[in-house]
DNA sequence: CTTTGTGCAAACGATTTGCAGGATG
DNA sequence: CATCCTGCAAATCGTTTGCACAAAG
């Protein structure tokens, strides 16, 4: 076993969540990919060469994970939850044009200062939505 | 009819849509509440005291409305699409709480500045969505 | 060997659609 | 009176569930 996928391992049982092939399989497919894909779309990936998971399964195998805070929702279109395995802190940039979706560091962001908010709201944390256009769709 | 009820029926027409009756509850329930109602909360409003409008009603009146920019979805939960009549620029503040969901008026985040955004990236607008306590909650 | 996960198919909830009759401009 | 909207019920889509069998620790 490499390296890599010792330490998928590992990180799996120090969760606490049983290493099955399919789990494995749905947490290395969204560690190795920087688009944030759906459900189906992991299902179709997973299963592109031969039936490694069924739809069933990638759905409990995202709740385990996201439970133990591996992976996150990302919601940025209607009706579609996307799913990320970059827990820390970062915000969302989506291209109008192609919808591409990417990650844009913490530290790209210079701190948000609310003024006034209105009194009695405490923030705990906050995420900057970007819409724009990518390099490939100017 | 009310002078409320008469501008309502302008913004309608002004928009190129038709003006029923179902569309006209829809528009103006949105345009009086505070909170930011799901399809569903809209349709069981409504219909409280007597039948105004039906589930498919709601969702065409809904589609229409978003469609000419009166109204807006507002994504913050899984699986849960809200509405919003306030098209202009603002933010969002949810209550990790109790769930409930208020505007932030734009005037109250000081610009948001994007330090070394990766280059190709054109920013169009951005939105922050909080998360915290409320005063309620507290 | 006890517990938890998998796969299948059926169930589900929110939203959409087809269509016939009704209202709007 | 042509066009568009409404209401109903059926259809659809993504996600969840129940259950029998299989795998993990």
Known sequence: MSKEADKI????????????????????????????PTAEQILVSLNQNSPTSSQATIYSSLQALRDVGLVRE??????????DANVSSHHHFRCKKCGCIEDIPWEQVEDVRFKALRPGLTVEQYEVTVQGVCDRCQ
Do not use: M, W
């Not at 990302?74 to 799913?83: F, H, K, N, S, W």
């Open 9 to 36: 391992v590992q990180i799996l049982k120090s969760k606490g969540l049983r290493v099955t092939p399919q789990r494995f399989a749905v947490y290395s497919n969204l560690l190795n990919r920087q688009d944030h």
């Open 74 to 83: 990302v919601l940025l279109e209607e009706g579609v939850c996307r799913y």
